[in-house]
């Protein structure tokens, strides 16, 4: 259990310095896949080793060096792994003494594995898979395809990068902005995925991964900014399910929440609004804290999401707003934003819509609307929350709670 | 590493092979990382050969018909896919609008020249 831990700690570190060494992912896995498994069996009977990374990262590429000489064709594939070749594999304690210089190559693998050649669903697969460690088997079941289907996307996405040279690199000044924000896109949307209630957390290896990323880069406020929305959102979990039922916003128990994690979340957010630049995660981040606070400040988030909205051009941005705004000058002023926008394919523009006719007192309407977002609904507690919501608003048979109807 | 980056442009009113090849563009053609390029003169021009079980069967026109057709190609040089797509990027610009260019990484090959 505790080397679990361990391995799914080193498996990006591991992984990242072999592509580096290797050039090649589905090599460097293959021996990094074998060089834990020699843990497995080693480390319990002989003991933990002192430089744990550089042990798996030497072992690694011993298994490496193997497999290529066995396929001769050695030479031009590893060119850094020449000498090594000559000399044979090492034993695993000589890199130990190097352990502080072995370099973290994990953001040169991030931005290949998020790199937009690749198809947005390999890059959401495949950053799971190499840097946040998942077996195939998990992310498969995350997300809800067969094992054949994700594996045959990850071998794919694999060889794109081989094939078509996707550098193996941290893109110039020039393109770090955009490239950034296609990494930090794939780790939102895997957090997103998270919220949906799958078998796999994905919420916590999107944190996970965002950990790596702050670690990684420390300075960029986006970065710092993701992780402290993904926080701040993780943060009322607990408090997000009662008995299988979602329990809004106000009506959850504040004990549930996880004060820690807020706490962490509120000093990122402080550390990246410090460095000036506003970017769209950063207004989320806001946005995210000023929904924990009691009385909310309506008017503030109103005007978050508008900035947030000018930065986005998101209809579903102008939704949020939407809600704010109801909050502030009542529901017909948040519904005539709403019949602005063309969201009829969303499932929550079909809720928040029926809820704010509700609030105006339109119950045939709204009644209309929670029986659209029904039948767009996901999850099973999205489905009993809206099913519970079209009874109240049926207009003939007006239920009082607890008071069966015949 | 080797790309080839395939054009493919809109249909045309007016005869291509009328046309010169804009100054811009022949600039970027004489740069050492092209090592190649070819333009093709338009679809109507091509021929499409299939083997039907040993038989050699000739068509009329192109083998993928579509509103784009493929109007030249490009062979470069480039360190990595990202090199490959700013060279894309920077013909791309000097091409007509509403091409495409499609960027595909070489196994191997060679090229005469014409």
Redesign the interface.
């Known amino acids: 259990m505790a080397l679990d831990a361990v391995f799914r700690d080193q498996w990006g570190r591991v992984l990242a310095t072999l592509v580096g060494i290797l050039g090649d992912i589905e090599l460097a896995e293959e021996a990094a896949a074998e060089a834990f498994a020699i843990a497995v069996e080693r480390w319990p009977r002989d003991g933990e080793p002192a430089n744990p990374t550089g042990w798996l990262i030497t072992t690694a590429r011993n298994r490496a060096i193997d497999h290529l000489r066995r396929q001769q064709v050695l030479a031009d594939k590893a060119k850094l792994l020449a000498r090594d070749l000559e000399t044979g594999p090492q034993p695993a304690e000589a890199l130990m003494e190097d352990a502080a210089i072995i370099p973290d190559e994990r953001l040169e693998l991030t931005f290949t594995c998020c790199h937009p050649a690749l198809a947005l669903e390999a890059q959401v697969a495949l950053s799971l898979r190499t840097l946040g460690g998942l077996s195939t088997d998990e992310i498969a079941l995350a997300f809800l395809v067969p094992f054949e289907t994700m594996s045959k996307r990850l071998t794919r996405a694999k060889h794109k990068i081989r094939d078509a040279g996707i550098p193996f690199a941290v893109p110039p000044d020039h393109q770090l902005p955009d490239r950034l924000a296609a990494v930090l896109a794939v780790v939102y949307l895997i957090f997103n995925q998270g919220w949906g209630g799958g078998r796999v957390d994905l919420a916590a290896e999107a944190i996970h991964l965002g950990r790596a990323l702050a670690d990684l880069m420390p300075d960029e406020p986006e970065v710092l900014a993701l992780l402290a929305l993904m926080l701040l959102h993780d943060a009322r979990k607990a408090a997000r399910l009662r008995d299988g039922q979602i329990v809004p916003l106000d009506d959850q128990d504040r004990t549930l929440w996880d004060t820690q994690q807020i706490d962490e979340g509120r000093a990122l957010l402080q550390w990246a609004m410090a460095r000036g630049r506003t970017g769209p995660y950063l207004v989320q981040a806001a946005i995210a804290d000023l929904y924990l606070h009691e009385p909310r400040d309506w008017r503030q988030i109103a005007d978050l999401y508008q900035t947030l909205a000018r930065q986005t051009r998101s209809p579903i941005v102008e939704m949020n707003r939407a809600i704010a705004v109801a909050e502030i000058d009542g529901p017909e002023a948040g519904l005539a934003i709403l019949d602005r926008l063309d969201l009829d394919h969303y499932r929550y523009f079909h809720s928040t819509r029926a809820e704010l006719l509700r609030r105006a007192g339109r119950d045939g309407e709204a009644h209309h609307a929670y029986r659209r977002a029904l039948d767009l609904a996901q999850t099973e507690p999205e489905q009993r929350f809206l099913a519970d919501r079209l009874a109240e608003t049926t207009p003939s048979v007006r239920r009082e709670p607890g008071c069966a109807s015949t | 590493?080797q790309?080839a980056l395939l054009a493919y442009a809109p249909a045309e009113d007016t005869d291509r092979a009328t046309r010169p090849i804009p100054g811009t563009l022949a600039a970027l053609l004489d740069r050492p990382n092209i090592t190649g390029w070819a333009r093709l003169h338009a679809e109507e021009s091509a021929t499409t050969l299939r083997n039907d079980e040993g038989r050699m069967l000739l068509t009329d026109g192109p083998f993928i018909d579509s509103k784009e057709y493929l109007a030249g190609l490009f062979l470069i040089e480039?360190?990595?896919?990202?090199g490959?797509?700013t060279i894309a990027e920077e013909l791309l610009q000097e091409t007509r609008p509403g091409t495409a260019i499609e960027?595909r990484?070489i196994l191997d090959g060679r090229f005469r020249g014409a």
């Open positions: 590493m790309y480039a360190d990595n896919l990202d490959a797509l960027v990484p």
